[in-house]
């Protein structure tokens, strides 16, 4: 008997959980792999962005906004604001999610971790600093 399988980079896919794929499924990369910036990064309007090399410099996603860090990528921030964050590479310094902040298993953060909504941190992510949410109702 024959049996179908998936390709194997479908197989080994990491599945978000709480960012919408279709926004980073659309996202403008603007930091290839091979390159380093430095930096400030201003958006005033609700874009999807990848960095796949190194980055230093702030980050402000001022209406809506999502970040991917892709893996193999370093972030250094004093400040990262967006509406949604997906981390799989590393990150150093501050974070702030408007909506979600997703930490997948590849990811390494060091560092303030705040969330104004929801959290997702997947089996093997690694942090290493604080983090902020929502106040509890009780």
Same mark, same amino acid.
């Given at each position: 008997?024959?049996?179908?399988?998936?390709?194997?980079?479908?197989? %080994?896919?990491?599945?978000?959980?709480?960012?919408?794929?279709? /926004?980073?499924?659309?996202?403008? %990369?603007?930091?290839?792999? =091979? $390159?380093?910036? %430095? @930096?400030?990064?201003?958006? #005033?309007?609700?874009?999807?962005? #990848?960095? &796949?090399?190194?980055?230093?410099? +702030?980050?402000?996603? /001022?209406?809506?906004?999502?970040?991917?860090?892709?893996? !193999?990528?370093?972030?250094?921030? &004093?400040?990262?604001? =967006?509406?949604?964050?997906?981390?799989? !590479?590393?990150? +150093?310094? &501050?974070?702030? $999610?408007?909506? =979600?902040?997703?930490?997948?298993?590849?990811?390494?953060?060091? @560092?303030?971790? #705040?969330?104004? /909504?929801?959290?997702?941190?997947?089996?093997?992510?690694?942090?290493?600093?604080?983090? %902020?949410?929502?106040?509890?109702?009780?």
């Amino acid at each position: 008997m024959l049996q179908m399988m998936n390709p194997p980079q479908e197989q %080994n896919a990491v599945r978000m959980r709480l960012v919408p794929p279709g /926004k980073v499924a659309g996202a403008v %990369n603007v930091l290839p792999a =091979a $390159a380093t910036m %430095n @930096g400030s990064l201003e958006a #005033r309007s609700d874009l999807c962005i #990848r960095i &796949d090399g190194n980055y230093t410099g +702030k980050i402000d996603m /001022k209406v809506g906004g999502t970040v991917h860090i892709s893996v !193999g990528a370093v972030v250094v921030t &004093d400040m990262l604001v =967006a509406d949604f964050i997906y981390v799989e !590479g590393t990150v +150093k310094d &501050d974070l702030h $999610a408007r909506q =979600a902040v997703e930490l997948a298993a590849t990811s390494i953060v060091h @560092g303030s971790v #705040r969330y104004d /909504k929801h959290l997702d941190i997947h089996p093997g992510a690694r942090l290493t600093g604080q983090m %902020n949410g929502p106040d509890a109702q009780l």
